[in-house]
């Protein structure tokens, strides 16, 4: 059974920062890929940014250089810092871990999602 908990959303003004985090637990043997993905009303879940286990990272165009994820390996714990917040980031906010489990191969996690809320 692996669980993803997020926390961190909230109300922000623009021009503003939050920071999300995400814990991983449960029978965990190794973490492959940790990710953020946002979803606006009305529009499809979209990828934000992906960090693998090599350190590589990619983010989509819209947040570049106002977005930064990083990961807690010791802590199993993904972040994504978000600066200079816009109205259009406004959205719920979801953690995606692909990770092998000591039961299985490797599989996708899904977080219950976060809401964040940008106010001009």
């Known amino acids: 059974q692996v669980q993803l908990v997020e926390s961190g959303g909230g109300l922000v003004q623009a021009g503003g920062s939050l920071r999300l985090s995400c814990v991983a637990s449960?029978?965990?043997?190794?973490?492959?890929?940790m990710g953020w993905y946002r979803q606006a009303p009305g529009k499809q879940r979209e990828l934000v940014a992906t960090?693998?286990?090599?350190?590589?990272?990619s983010y989509t165009i819209p947040v570049r250089g106002r977005f930064t994820i990083s990961r807690d390996n010791a802590k199993n714990t993904v972040y994504l810092q978000m600066d200079s917040l816009k109205p259009e980031d406004t959205a719920v906010y979801y953690c995606?871990?692909?990770?092998?489990?000591?039961?299985?191969?490797?599989?996708?996690?899904w977080g219950q999602g976060t809401q964040v809320t940008v106010s001009s």
């Open positions: 449960g029978s965990i043997f190794t973490i492959n890929v």
């Open positions: 960090l693998t286990s090599g350190g590589s990272t």
């Open positions: 995606n871990v692909i990770l092998t489990s000591k039961l299985s191969g490797p599989r996708s996690y």
